[in-house]
């Protein structure tokens, strides 16, 4: 079921999903959580897609803000706040509002959110392209107990970095250490088969890749070895090598999809390692709201302990 409201307020808003939810018989205490997505109308549509997806896992309330500037002089760009309400079907296993925020009204974005917020439960915020220097203070992201960014959409993907180890902030997370999830426990598994001493490693990827020079952080902060960036043809991160005192520990991943594994004195084997969807990293990230400690230790480059668990 879809409801359009024009020039409205968070309060009709609020009782239009109240009517929406009751004509499909969709009572909102199966919401697990909120998960406000802040937006331009370029990007609005691929992440409202992915938010739904990923509410198939945790049924959610997606409330989308997208604020719309004026391209004309600002003074004829009236203040006013449009709502689109999809519910039931249209919306996978929770709700949809989409809010577009006109002139004014842009400033104060917190203001129309807050109402609109599931009740008793938890709030994320996410960013998909451009974010705020720190999320946390931002008035959206003081909203919410998790804040995902995406350095990788953003023009500095590396550069952005910086700035988000400055305004660390418990509960922040980025999609470019989502993305290596399946990395990192590769490469724990793999000094676990062959627990040698490393004295070396070298990340290798497309330029100005995020996730990248997270990984070679990480590596570097875990093993307290120095990591050489190294940049090749891509798709994103394509080889990690670990020089140990046994050999070269080695995954090769030139085509995004599957791995070569190698470990000295084992036979080279194929290990799926595919690059997941947008769905499949927020649908990963909605699964803890605490503070995660060790993508700050790579983040910041503070060492935790010298291994590649957690």
Do not use: C, F
Request: aromatic fraction near 4%; charge should be negative.
């Amino acid at each position: 079921m879809r409801t359009d409201l024009t020039d409205t307020t968070s309060g009709k808003i609020d009782r239009a999903l109240l009517e929406a939810r009751r004509a499909v018989g969709s009572p909102a205490m199966g919401l697990v959580l909120t998960l406000v997505v802040v937006t331009d109308e370029e990007n609005a549509y691929d992440a409202v897609r992915a938010a739904s997806e990923a509410s198939l896992e945790h049924p959610s309330r997606i409330i989308a803000v997208i604020k719309r500037t004026a391209r004309g002089p600002r003074k004829l760009h009236r203040t006013r706040l449009d709502a689109e309400l999809r519910v039931g079907s249209d919306a996978g296993s929770g709700e949809i509002v989409l809010l577009r925020l006109y002139g004014e009204l842009t400033e104060h974005a917190s203001s129309v959110v807050l109402p609109l917020l599931a009740p008793d439960a938890p709030v994320v915020a996410w960013w998909p392209s451009e974010a705020p220097a720190s999320t946390a203070h931002d008035p959206l992201g003081a909203l919410a107990q998790r804040r995902i960014t995406d350095a990788q959409a953003t023009a500095d993907p590396v550069g952005v970095l910086r700035e988000r180890a400055a305004s660390y902030a418990p509960g922040d997370t980025d999609l470019a250490w989502t993305r290596l999830t399946p990395w990192r426990s590769l490469l724990a598994g793999s000094l676990d088969q062959a627990p040698l001493p490393v004295t070396g490693a070298a990340v290798e990827s497309e330029a100005d890749n995020a996730s990248a020079e997270l990984l070679a952080r990480w590596l570097e902060v875990r093993l307290g070895v120095p990591v050489e960036r190294v940049v090749s043809e891509g798709p994103v991160v394509t080889r990690v090598r670990l020089e140990t005192t046994g050999g070269e520990i080695r995954v090769d991943r030139p085509d995004g999809v599957l791995a070569t594994l190698s470990l000295p004195g084992w036979p080279d084997r194929k290990v799926a390692l595919k690059i997941r969807s947008l769905a499949e990293l927020i649908a990963e990230e909605l699964r803890r709201l605490d503070a995660d400690v060790v993508y700050a230790s790579a983040l910041r480059g503070r060492p935790a302990q010298a291994s590649l668990s957690a």
